[in-house]
């Protein structure tokens, strides 16, 4: 199946505040969108990487983000809220490609060996996920009270990329859209369907930058890695 990659980078970064846009902040001399689509070009299998920025991030893509690389198309504009930027890509992505990964450009530490894996298991089952199992016990909370402790070897932290037949996510998507339903998660959309997600173990490395200490941490193990053994 070809495969496409829907990059998404239209949000602001409010938790990590600062005046730039998250996509566009620097780590160590690139931005984190950069760094994302340079990852994400390491797996030979996306024949497709389709940015989604906001509107008034376009020129600082085109100031500060080089895609020489003839698989990365165009920008699209995203919307406000995060499934209305993937809605916005999947639409901007020639039916040719069958197999859709959907990757936050936060998530910059992304390897190719873990895009390969998942993207493997969702061309075979139809929708895959990367997840780390959870090192902490996880509550469920209401009103500052524990309704429930979920067994922990059950309990999984979902990441990017997520992988689904088009045909399957673009039903789930409009199933969304059409009862108005939000989801912090792609998969969440298909699991409404009664569909199966496979849950393929991906690194702990693969955080989202979400917060000034996960940039910091990327900084360091970035520069870490740089070191060598
Ligand atoms: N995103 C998007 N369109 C939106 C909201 C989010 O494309 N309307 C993208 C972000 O750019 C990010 C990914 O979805 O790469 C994950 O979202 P998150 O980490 O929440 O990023 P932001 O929404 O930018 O951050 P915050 O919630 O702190 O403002
Ligand atoms: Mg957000």
């Given at each position: 199946?070809?495969?496409?990659?829907?990059?998404?980078?239209?949000?602001?970064?409010?938790?990590?505040?600062?005046?730039?846009?998250?996509?566009?902040?620097?780590?160590?001399?690139?931005?984190?969108?950069?760094?994302?689509?340079?990852?994400?070009?390491?797996?030979?299998?996306?024949?497709?990487?389709?940015?989604?920025?906001?509107?008034s991030?376009?020129?600082?893509?085109?100031?500060?983000?080089?895609?020489?690389?003839?698989?990365?198309?165009?920008?699209?504009?995203?919307?406000?809220?995060?499934?209305?930027?993937?809605?916005?890509?999947?639409?901007?992505?020639?039916?040719?490609?069958?197999?859709?990964?959907?990757?936050?450009?936060a998530?910059?530490?992304?390897?190719?060996?873990?895009?390969?894996?998942?993207?493997?298991?969702a061309?075979?089952?139809?929708?895959?996920?990367?997840?780390?199992?959870?090192?902490?016990?996880?509550?469920?909370?209401?009103?500052?009270?524990?309704?429930?402790?979920?067994?922990?070897?059950?309990?999984?932290?979902?990441q990017?990329?997520?992988?689904?037949?088009?045909?399957?996510?673009?039903?789930?998507?409009?199933?969304?859209?059409?009862?108005?339903?939000q989801?912090?998660?792609?998969?969440?959309?298909?699991?409404?369907?009664?569909?199966?997600?496979?849950?393929?173990?991906?690194?702990?490395?693969?955080?989202?930058?979400?917060?000034p200490?996960?940039?910091?941490?990327?900084?360091?193990?970035?520069?870490?890695?740089?070191?060598g053994?």
């Amino acid at each position: 199946m070809q495969t496409a990659v829907i990059v998404l980078a239209a949000g602001r970064g409010e938790r990590l505040g600062g005046k730039t846009p998250k996509a566009f902040v620097d780590l160590a001399g690139k931005t984190l969108l950069q760094r994302t689509l340079d990852n994400l070009l390491q797996f030979s299998g996306f024949g497709w990487l389709q940015p989604v920025l906001s509107a008034s991030d376009l020129s600082l893509y085109a100031e500060r983000v080089s895609s020489g690389d003839p698989r990365v198309a165009r920008p699209v504009i995203g919307g406000a809220e995060r499934q209305d930027s993937v809605a916005a890509g999947l639409a901007a992505i020639p039916e040719e490609f069958e197999l859709i990964a959907i990757h936050d450009a936060a998530r910059c530490r992304v390897s190719a060996g873990d895009v390969a894996r998942v993207v493997e298991v969702a061309e075979r089952s139809g929708a895959a996920v990367l997840a780390a199992p959870c090192r902490d016990t996880v509550k469920l909370v209401e009103d500052g009270v524990v309704t429930t402790t979920p067994r922990r070897d059950r309990c999984w932290l979902a990441q990017t990329p997520q992988v689904f037949h088009r045909s399957l996510f673009a039903e789930a998507l409009a199933k969304a859209q059409a009862e108005d339903f939000q989801g912090t998660d792609d998969a969440q959309l298909v699991e409404r369907l009664g569909a199966p997600v496979q849950v393929v173990e991906g690194s702990p490395g693969n955080f989202k930058i979400t917060v000034p200490e996960d940039l910091a941490l990327a900084a360091r193990l970035l520069a870490l890695e740089e070191a060598g053994p």
